[in-house]
């Protein structure tokens, strides 16, 4: 049976999250006071005690979310010897899965995620912005919703994340305006999102250039297993070319659905999500109801998890 590992992005977080890791083992723990100290930060407090508004600040929430990512990832390889077959994350996750296949370091991804985070809220430069969730509307409809709305104002279709549930983005005239339109062409809910920025859209273009600076200044190796990347749904090893595709993939749709039916094709059955809560298993059974899919959030769950895959 062919597996991928795949690694959730934003939206993923809670207070108190990787805290049995931390306590079980002291390099965790060390790792996570290294970045608050070369950042100026205090991610080790806010991730054990809130408040909920600081870990949702987004140059909070993605390093505290891939930190989790791959300290599940780190037990899981002690006890478990299973190799994935590709790995993929979503948006941010694409930084976790990326240090799952050795083309990046740990500390390296918590450094480049927490600028991101920085750059891709400074880039809007304070202009109005929504992003909302469409839901019971194939995500075909919405694309042709944005443009139907464009006149108000700019809006894309940006997270692809099941067959009927995509989420736009965009100016706040522009996503207001989609989001009627969506309802009149029979989608059953839309729902408002609370973020910092109209992510994955031209209107933050400038943190794609910032993001580019920045990571010219770290080492992307070529990688073990093939990337699936959410710019295109195809795969890549090449460290240079998963740098260039995560310098796009800020300002260009998350192809979520793509990325999975590809894996899919070719012959991946299993998907194990490694990271706090099971944002994308759920996604995944609304792509394919036959997927074999688990899960490790929390410590207590490694037991039951490699029972599974004895």
């Known amino acids: 049976m062919k597996t991928a590992f795949i690694f959730p992005g934003q939206g993923a977080q809670y207070v108190g999250m990787a805290q049995d890791y931390i306590a079980a083992k002291p390099e965790f723990a060390k790792v996570l006071k290294g970045f608050d100290a070369a950042h100026g930060t205090q991610l080790e407090i806010i991730m054990r005690e809130g408040?909920?508004?600081?870990?949702?600040?987004?140059?909070?929430?993605?390093?505290?979310?891939?930190f989790h990512s791959i300290c599940a990832l780190k037990c899981f390889n002690e006890v478990c010897k299973l190799k994935p077959d590709f790995v993929a994350g979503h948006s941010l996750g694409e930084f976790s899965a990326l240090v799952a296949n050795g083309s990046l370091e740990w500390k390296d991804a918590l450094h480049l995620v927490h600028k991101r985070g920085e750059f891709m809220i400074k880039a809007n430069q304070g202009k109005p912005f929504a992003m909302a969730a469409v839901i019971g509307l194939n995500y075909k409809s919405v694309i042709e919703v944005c443009h139907e709305a464009e006149g108000a104002g700019l809006v894309r279709a940006v997270n692809f994340n099941t067959p009927i549930q995509t989420v736009i983005s965009g100016s706040a005239q522009g996503v207001e305006t989609a989001s009627a339109l969506a309802?009149?062409?029979?989608?059953?809910?839309?729902?408002?999102?609370?973020?910092?920025?109209?992510?994955?859209?031209?209107?933050?273009?400038?943190?794609?250039?910032?993001?580019?600076?920045?990571?010219?200044?770290?080492?992307?190796?070529?990688?073990?297993?093939?990337?699936?990347?959410?710019?295109?749904?195809?795969?890549?090893?090449?460290?240079?070319?998963?740098?260039?595709?995560?310098?796009?993939?800020?300002?260009?749709?998350?192809?979520?659905?793509?990325?999975?039916?590809?894996?899919?094709?070719?012959?991946?059955?299993?998907?194990?999500?490694?990271?706090?809560?099971?944002?994308?298993?759920?996604?995944?059974?609304?792509?394919?109801?036959?997927?074999?899919?688990?899960?490790?959030?929390?410590?207590?769950?490694?037991?039951a998890l490699s029972g599974l895959l004895d």
């Open 183 to 303: 309802k009149e062409h029979g989608a059953k809910r839309v729902i408002p999102l609370v973020v910092g920025g109209p992510f994955h859209t031209p209107m933050i273009d400038l943190a794609s250039v910032w993001l580019r600076e920045e990571m010219e200044k770290v080492s992307f190796k070529d990688g073990q297993v093939p990337l699936v990347s959410n710019f295109d749904s195809r795969p890549a090893t090449s460290g240079e070319e998963s740098r260039a595709k995560l310098v796009r993939q800020v300002v260009s749709p998350v192809l979520w659905v793509q990325s999975v039916q590809y894996m899919i094709e070719q012959g991946v059955r299993r998907f194990i999500e490694f990271g706090p809560q099971k944002v994308l298993s759920g996604m995944i059974k609304n792509i394919d109801k036959d997927a074999v899919i688990l899960n490790l959030d929390k410590l207590e769950e490694l037991g």
């Open 51 to 66: 408040p909920e508004d600081r870990l949702k600040e987004t140059s909070m929430t993605q390093p505290a979310i891939l």
